[in-house]
């Protein structure tokens, strides 16, 4: 059982460019969540989805976009990558609301230059 | 928006003291969870509380839920080089959004 699989663990992109991140589940989970870690500080919310078809903006969405075609991925894409988007991203999947702990990926450390 | 606000960001202790952190959140949670991350790491998940006035122990962590589902705690006692790392709340509402704390960076001098 692999959990949360994110590809690729580290990216170093031009300012301008574009790239998407892959996030997979092989769990089952309907709910999954996209997390950006600057350093020393906390997780924020770019997107989440409650299911296959269903994606809605967290705290922070402004550059990034995402689909949920299936229930098994959940990809980031950033467009017109700036500075401001070097950070670790962090992928997510619980079960469902209620009494489920999340479960994370390893990260993917992306540098904008 | 709903936010969760953690204290204090960073605590610096003795081997062998007690920690402690707090969560707070702007509006009434349905449920929160504590996780731990390890320098380098990815979050990983301890515990989650759910009802109000709830305690749970796990050796030496002791975790509290507010009366009115709003902050939360996490003490550790006699902390042990192996805690340290950063600690992060996250509130859950009803509609499936999870809001992370900032997070209590924990050191801990041998």
């Known amino acids: 059982n692999a959990g949360v699989t994110q590809t690729p663990k580290f990216r170093i992109l031009k300012i301008g460019q574009s790239m998407t991140l892959q996030c997979t589940q092989d769990?089952?989970?309907?709910?999954m969540y996209w997390y950006r870690q600057d350093p020393g500080m906390g997780l924020k919310l770019i997107y989440y989805s409650v299911g296959a078809g269903i994606t809605d903006k967290g705290e922070v969405p402004n550059g990034y976009n995402v689909s949920r075609s299936t229930t098994e991925d959940f990809p980031l894409r950033l467009e017109l990558a700036a500075p401001s988007q070097t950070s670790v991203y962090f992928c997510?999947?619980?079960?469902?609301?209620?009494?489920?702990?999340?479960?994370f990926g390893q990260g993917t450390r992306l540098t904008v230059v | 928006g709903q936010q969760v606000m953690q204290i204090p960001q960073y605590q610096h202790v003795q081997e062998g003291e007690d920690f402690t952190t707090y969560c707070n959140s702007s509006?009434?949670?349905?449920?929160i969870q504590w996780y731990k991350q390890r320098p380098g790491g990815h979050p990983v998940f301890l515990i989650q509380?759910?009802?109000?006035?709830e305690v749970k122990k796990q050796k030496r962590l002791t975790f509290q839920f507010g009366e009115a589902k709003k902050n939360s705690s996490l003490h550790i006692t006699a902390t042990q080089t192996t805690d340290v790392g950063t600690y992060f709340c996250?509130?859950?509402?009803?509609?499936?959004?999870?809001?992370f704390g900032d997070g209590t960076t924990l050191t801990v001098k041998p």
């Open positions: 509380l759910v009802k109000s006035g």
């Open positions: 509006t009434t949670l349905s449920n």
């Open positions: 997510a999947s619980r079960p469902g609301t209620g009494n489920t702990e999340a479960f």
């Open positions: 769990m089952n989970h309907n709910y």
């Open positions: 996250a509130g859950q509402t009803n509609a499936g959004k999870s809001t």
